[in-house]
Each structure stands twice: as C-alpha cells, then as structure tokens.
C-alpha cells in the first residue's frame, strides 16, 4: 500500500503561481511512477502531468506545458508541481497519484493506470 497526502492548494490571483506537494509512504517510492491529474467540477478528472519513476522524464498535458514543472525527491519520497502563470480555468481539484508505469511509454495519462491515489487539494484561480 501506498499512502498520498497532497497540500500547497489554495486561493490565488490569474498571473500568480503555486507549489502542490505530496508526501508518500508506504511502498518503494522510487520504483513509482508519479502523476498529477485535476478535476473541476462538473468535469471529469484530466491528466495533468507525470513524471516517471527513476529518469525524470516528465509529462504534460498541452494547456500546462511551459507554466509547469513536475519534479520529485526519491530521498525524501515527495513528488512536486510548481505551477505558474496560473489562469481561471486551472481551478480545480488537484490530486497526486502513483503507480507502476513502464518507462517511455503512454500510459501516464490514463488514470486507470494509477493504483493509488492523494485526496486531494484545492486551487482556485481568480481573474
């Protein structure tokens, strides 16, 4: 078992950025691949970025693509989302996931593929 706890959510101005967290324990950290996926409401959950388990490699949906930066600590088994230039329609529910993805392949943006899961933090963008 893995357990996920996210935070760093919050209120904040169009233009502005936040940093999400999440701590994990449990199983191996490093052996994980580690997402990030938001739901809004009314809308089904979306994949927002991932980063894999040992190269760094690091995933992004389009409309996040330059504004954020997925990074993880294997020593400290926390996985990060620094998020800037932050706009309206990123406000969602965000939640941290894990799960064991093969390196280089699609499978970080179906979340079918993430066994565990954060409950989740807020982040509310206001124009």
């Known amino acids: 078992q893995v357990q996920l706890v996210e935070s760093g959510g919050g209120l904040v101005q169009a233009g502005g950025s936040l940093r999400l967290s999440c701590a994990a324990s449990g199983r191996t950290f490093a052996v994980l691949a580690m997402g990030w996926f938001r739901q809004a409401p009314g809308k089904e959950r979306e994949f927002v970025a991932a980063?894999?388990?040992?190269?760094?490699?690091?995933y992004y949906e389009d409309s996040v693509k330059g504004r954020f930066i997925a990074s993880r600590d294997n020593a400290k088994n926390t996985v990060s989302l620094q998020m800037n230039s932050l706009k309206p329609e990123d406000t969602a529910v965000y939640y941290c996931?894990?799960?064991?993805?093969?390196?280089?392949?699609?499978?970080?943006?179906?979340?079918?593929?993430?066994?565990?899961w954060g409950q989740g933090t807020q982040v509310t963008v206001s124009s």
């Open positions: 996931a894990a799960g064991s993805i093969p390196l280089h392949s699609t499978y970080y943006y179906y979340t079918s593929r993430y066994a565990y």
């Open positions: 980063i894999s388990r040992s190269d760094g490699s690091t």
